[in-house]
């Protein structure tokens, strides 16, 4: 079992730079392809930004490429979200994920994943 814990959010004004973290207490993240997720209120639950092993491989949804960067230190098994510009819309509860995975590879569907943090809230106001 890897226990995911992410903090970070907050309320923040349009146009802000937040850096919500993910950590894996106690355990190592190497061995895991990151992600986080997204949940507006009303909406399911969307991909936002994920990350391979060795962290050279990135990727990110359409609506946060340029806007957002994914990163992960695995000697301290976190993986941040500097999110910049941020808009309203941006609102919702980020989630990071954990998959397990014998490939150095990045996935960005939500199913794959096998291990979920509870959340932390980021709010934008306008």
């Known amino acids: 079992q890897v226990q995911l814990v992410e903090s970070g959010g907050g309320l923040v004004q349009a146009g802000g730079s937040p850096r919500p973290s993910c950590v894996a207490p106690g355990r190592t993240c190497s061995s895991f392809a990151m992600g986080w997720f997204r949940q507006a209120p009303g909406k399911e639950r969307e991909f936002v930004a994920a990350?391979?092993?060795?962290?050279?491989?990135?990727s990110y949804a359409d609506s946060v490429k340029g806007r957002f960067i994914i990163s992960r230190d695995n000697a301290k098994n976190t993986v941040p979200l500097q999110m910049n510009g941020l808009k309203p819309e941006d609102t919702a509860v980020y989630y990071c994920a954990a998959k397990y995975t014998p490939y150095d590879w990045t996935f960005t569907f939500m199913k794959t994943y096998d291990y979920w943090g509870q959340g932390t809230q980021v709010t934008v106001s306008s």
């Open positions: 990350i391979n092993w060795s962290g050279d491989s990135p």
